[in-house]
């Protein structure tokens, strides 16, 4: 167990880069290998669940390289994907788990997927049951629908059309995935419309998909299966995940000022700036521009003082990941956040309300939470007590923002595992002492 301490960070200021996406690179190394051709990736996440995802793909007979500064996917076409020797280990990753169930369930092979405690606590039952109606044939070691699992895939799964009861972007993307290898159309309904990285990258490889918004605020995805995959050249942005913690720590230490260059701004993944700038906060977006399909600029984020809100549930699936950060956020605020429509948190990595609430509640801060919502009773800025142990609980998200409650508190707060924090930001530690956080091993 890798503790470390946080202590209050005096300015936070400069330039930096954050690592790139998760989302989109766990897409471009699974989709350059069943397209045609080589595909090259500028800017791959080489966080351990990104290296999950490469590491599974070696072993089902893609040839996946580092060569200077660039990822290269010698893609094996649909349908090539081999049998591996042995079980696949997706560590912590959720993404890399569920996508690549979809994926088999495109191939004639049988696979063992395994993954570490976190993982193995999550629920598959959303992803099977889709897959099984594909076709799809899972055995579970312990009868539940929690990994050790096998997925055994075919060749031709049969095309669906499938209403997701979650808003769920993994579900949504294993379904395009096995639908890839489906003849005829698969279709997707999505309650809310969730990260549309796949629709996106697959276009662009030469998939044919049809999006319509529905008026009731559903959206429907439909692919046209078995289609020509060609390589192409892809550039992964920086994750905006992973900027909403520097972003939220330049908010609450007095004096801050810092820019985060080239962050991906897919505006299904922008809930965390629309919530953040309605407390208050000195946030602007500079060169702002287009790049391969996706939304890309600098963020410009200024000391603010920040006040409560509330977070409607509609806006959940577009900053699914950034609750646990925004709660840090709201203990520096004037008032009461609410986040409501939030159940989806209690099984991310951990439970993210109970480890927040924990959390929170060692560092002094007044929080109450339900099934699905959440409130904590802001502090005001520089009155965050601070100090505690947080437990992380396998979650680098976690880790992360309890870092972030100790940069602007007034006592130093402990996290006692900053191990996690390498499945998608490596190099945080570093990158944040450099911007003035004062963040040290125990
Ligand atoms: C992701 C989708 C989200 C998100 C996860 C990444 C993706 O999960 O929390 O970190 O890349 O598709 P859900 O699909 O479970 O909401």
Same mark, same amino acid.
């Given at each position: 167990?890798?503790?470390?301490?946080?202590?209050?960070?005096?300015?936070?200021?400069?330039?930096?880069?954050?690592?790139?996406?998760?989302?989109?690179?766990?897409?471009?190394?699974?989709?350059?290998?069943?397209?045609?051709?080589?595909?090259?990736?500028?800017?791959?996440?080489?966080?351990?669940?990104?290296?999950?995802?490469?590491?599974?793909?070696?072993?089902?007979?893609? !040839?996946?390289?580092? %060569? !200077?500064? +660039?990822?290269?996917?010698?893609?094996?076409?649909?349908?090539?994907?081999? /049998?591996?020797?042995?079980?696949? !280990?997706?560590?912590?990753?959720?993404?890399?788990?569920?996508?690549?169930?979809?994926?088999?369930?495109?191939?004639?092979?049988?696979?063992?997927?395994?993954?570490?405690?976190?993982?193995?606590?999550?629920?598959?039952?959303?992803?099977?049951?889709?897959?099984? /109606?594909?076709?799809?044939?899972?055995?579970?070691?312990?009868?539940?629908?929690?990994?050790?699992?096998?997925?055994?895939?075919?060749? /031709?799964?049969?095309?669906?059309?499938?209403?997701?009861?979650?808003?769920?972007?993994? @579900?949504?993307?294993?379904?395009?995935?096995?639908?890839?290898?489906?003849?005829?159309?698969?279709?997707?309904?999505?309650?809310?419309?969730?990260?549309?990285?796949?629709?996106?990258?697959?276009?662009?490889?030469?998939?044919?998909?049809?999006?319509?918004?529905?008026?009731?605020?559903?959206?429907?995805?439909?692919?046209?299966? /078995?289609?020509?995959?060609?390589?192409?050249?892809?550039?992964?942005?920086?994750?905006?995940?992973?900027?909403?913690?520097? %972003?939220?720590?330049?908010?609450?230490?007095?004096?801050? +000022?810092?820019?985060?260059?080239?962050? *991906?701004?897919?505006?299904?993944?922008?809930?965390?700036?629309?919530?953040?700038?309605?407390?208050?906060?000195?946030?602007?977006?500079?060169?702002?521009? @287009?790049?391969?399909?996706?939304?890309?600029?600098?963020?410009?984020?200024? +000391?603010?003082?920040?006040?409560?809100?509330?977070?409607?549930?509609?806006?959940?699936?577009? %900053?699914?990941? $950034?609750?646990?950060?925004?709660?840090? *956020?709201?203990?520096?605020?004037?008032?009461?956040?609410? &986040?409501?429509?939030?159940?989806?948190?209690?099984?991310? $990595?951990?439970?993210?309300?109970?480890? @927040?609430?924990?959390?929170?509640?060692?560092?002094?801060?007044?929080?109450?939470?339900?099934?699905?919502?959440?409130?904590? !009773?802001?502090?005001?800025?520089? &009155?965050?007590? *601070?100090? *505690?142990? @947080?437990?992380?609980?396998?979650?680098?998200?976690?880790?992360?923002? &309890?870092?972030?409650?100790?940069?602007?508190?007034?006592?130093?707060?402990?996290?006692?595992?900053?191990?996690?924090?390498?499945?998608?930001?490596?190099? &945080?530690?570093?990158?944040?002492?450099?911007?003035?956080?004062?963040?040290?091993?125990?």
């Amino acid at each position: 167990m890798a503790k470390l301490v946080s202590n209050m960070a005096s300015t936070l200021s400069g330039t930096t880069l954050v690592p790139g996406d998760k989302s989109i690179s766990h897409r471009a190394l699974m989709l350059g290998a069943v397209a045609v051709g080589e595909t090259r990736i500028q800017g791959l996440l080489e966080g351990e669940d990104v290296l999950a995802t490469a590491a599974a793909m070696r072993a089902m007979g893609v !040839d996946v390289k580092k %060569m !200077d500064n +660039q990822w290269i996917v010698n893609g094996v076409g649909l349908g090539g994907l081999t /049998q591996p020797d042995g079980p696949l !280990d997706m560590g912590n990753s959720g993404t890399a788990a569920r996508l690549l169930m979809g994926l088999i369930a495109g191939h004639e092979i049988s696979v063992t997927l395994i993954g570490d405690k976190s993982l193995s606590s999550r629920p598959m039952k959303r992803v099977m049951e889709p897959l099984e /109606q594909m076709g799809a044939v899972f055995e579970s070691e312990n009868h539940n629908a929690q990994l050790p699992l096998t997925i055994r895939g075919r060749a /031709q799964p049969i095309p669906i059309s499938y209403d997701l009861p979650v808003a769920s972007a993994q @579900v949504k993307s294993a379904i395009i995935l096995a639908g890839l290898s489906a003849s005829g159309i698969t279709t997707v309904v999505e309650p809310h419309p969730t990260r549309d990285h796949t629709e996106k990258m697959l276009t662009a490889l030469g998939a044919e998909i049809k999006i319509c918004n529905r008026a009731d605020g559903a959206r429907e995805i439909s692919l046209n299966g /078995q289609p020509e995959l060609s390589a192409i050249e892809i550039t992964v942005p920086g994750d905006i995940s992973s900027a909403a913690f520097p %972003m939220v720590a330049a908010l609450v230490v007095a004096g801050s +000022q810092i820019t985060l260059k080239n962050i *991906g701004l897919n505006p299904l993944r922008t809930g965390i700036i629309d919530s953040l700038k309605e407390m208050g906060a000195n946030i602007k977006i500079i060169n702002h521009h @287009v790049h391969a399909g996706e939304e890309v600029g600098d963020i410009v984020v200024r +000391q603010s003082p920040l006040k409560g809100i509330v977070v409607p549930s509609s806006r959940a699936p577009s %900053m699914i990941d $950034e609750y646990p950060v925004l709660a840090v *956020g709201a203990a520096f605020a004037t008032g009461t956040t609410r &986040f409501e429509g939030v159940g989806e948190l209690r099984v991310k $990595e951990s439970d993210r309300l109970a480890a @927040v609430e924990a959390g929170l509640k060692a560092a002094g801060v007044v929080v109450r939470s339900g099934s699905d919502w959440m409130e904590i !009773d802001g502090c005001g800025d520089g &009155f965050v007590p *601070g100090q *505690g142990l @947080v437990e992380t609980h396998l979650d680098h998200r976690i880790a992360m923002a &309890f870092l972030v409650l100790g940069m602007g508190a007034k006592n130093p707060v402990s996290i006692d595992d900053g191990a996690p924090i390498e499945t998608s930001f490596p190099g &945080f530690v570093e990158l944040m002492n450099g911007l003035g956080a004062n963040i040290k091993a125990l």
